[in-house]
T-cell receptor, first 115, second 117 residues
Framework: DARVTQTPRHKVTEMGQEVTMRCQPILGHNTVFWYRQTMMQGLELLAYFRNRAPLDDSGMPKDRFSAEMPDATLATLKIQPSEPRDSAVYFC?????????????FGSGTRLTVV | KQEVTQIPAALSVPEGENLVLNCSFTDSAIYNLQWFRQDPGKGLTSLLLIQSSQREQTSGRLNASLDKSSGRSTLYIAASQPGDSATYLCAVGQTMNYGGSQGNLIFGKGTKLSVKP
C-alpha cells in the first residue's frame, strides 16, 4: 500500500533549538497538508500546498514556523526557535487535487517534545 | 467559520453491541466528509469517504451516512469488537474559503470508543 512517510517518528529537543520534520507524500499526490494535534485543540491545520505552492499557512505561527516543498517528493516543517508549547504530534497528509474522489492519506506523525 | 462537533466525546460499550457515532458541521458547503480511526500513539487511518452527493458509504461492519442539508453524519458500527477500540474522527472537506483555499479538512475532536470484552 502507498503511504505517507514522516521522519523522525519521535523528537525530543531543548527549548530554543531548531527542529525539522520531513514528509514524503505518496508518489503522484500533488496536495500536502501539515496538521498539529494536541489534546486541547485537536487537529489544527498549519500549512497546505498544492503543486508545491503554498495555498494557506494562516494557521502557522510565522515568526517561528516555516513550511516548504523543495521538490514534489519532500515537504518540510521547521520550527526555530522551538518552545515547550510546540510539543505536539505533527501530521503530514497528501492527496490528489482537492481530495474530492479519494480523500487524503495521513502519515504516522512526528511526536515532538520540547523541554 | 466551519465547526465540526462530535458527540459523544467518549463511549464505552460491551462487545457485540451495535453503536452510532455522531458528527455535525455548521456549514453545509462541503464537498465530502471523511471518517478516520486513530489508535493511541498512531496516525490516522481513513475508514470511509462520502461525497456530498452521496447519502451513505459502507465498508464491512461500518456504515457512514451523510445528511448535508442538516449538517450531520453518523458512523454506524455493527457487532462491535474489542479491536474497534480507538478514537474516531470525522473531517469535512469544505468548498468555501475561510481565509484559505478549497480542499482544507476541518476535523472534529473525535469520539473515544472503548469496547469491553
Amino acid at each position: 500500500d502507498a503511504r505517507v512517510t514522516q521522519t523522525p517518528r519521535h523528537k525530543v529537543t531543548e527549548m530554543g533549538q531548531e527542529v525539522t520534520m520531513r514528509c514524503q507524500p505518496i508518489l503522484g499526490h500533488n496536495t500536502v497538508f501539515w496538521y498539529r494535534q494536541t489534546m486541547m485543540q485537536g487537529l489544527e491545520l498549519l500549512a497546505y500546498f498544492r503543486n508545491r505552492a503554498p495555498l494557506d499557512d494562516s494557521g502557522m505561527p510565522k515568526d517561528r514556523f516555516s513550511a516548504e516543498m523543495p521538490d514534489a517528493t519532500l515537504a518540510t516543517l521547521k520550527i526555530q526557535p522551538s518552545e515547550p508549547r510546540d510539543s505536539a504530534v505533527y501530521f503530514c497528509a497528501s492527496g490528489l487535487g482537492r481530495g474530492f474522489n479519494y480523500g487524503y492519506t495521513f502519515g504516522s506523525g512526528t511526536r515532538l517534545t520540547v523541554v | 467559520k466551519q465547526e465540526v462537533t462530535q458527540i459523544p466525546a467518549a463511549l464505552s460499550v460491551p462487545e457485540g453491541e451495535n453503536l452510532v457515532l455522531n458528527c455535525s458541521f455548521t456549514d453545509s458547503a462541503i464537498y465530502n466528509l471523511q471518517w478516520f480511526r486513530q489508535d493511541p500513539g498512531k496516525g490516522l487511518t481513513s475508514l470511509l469517504l462520502i461525497q456530498s452527493s452521496q447519502r451513505e458509504q459502507t465498508s464491512g461492519r461500518l456504515n457512514a451516512s451523510l445528511d448535508k442539508s442538516s449538517g450531520r453524519s453518523t458512523l454506524y458500527i455493527a457487532a462491535s469488537q474489542p479491536g474497534d477500540s480507538a478514537t474516531y474522527l470525522c473531517a469535512v472537506g469544505q468548498t468555501m474559503n475561510y481565509g484559505g483555499s478549497q480542499g482544507n479538512l476541518i476535523f472534529g475532536k473525535g469520539t473515544k470508543l472503548s469496547v469491553k470484552p
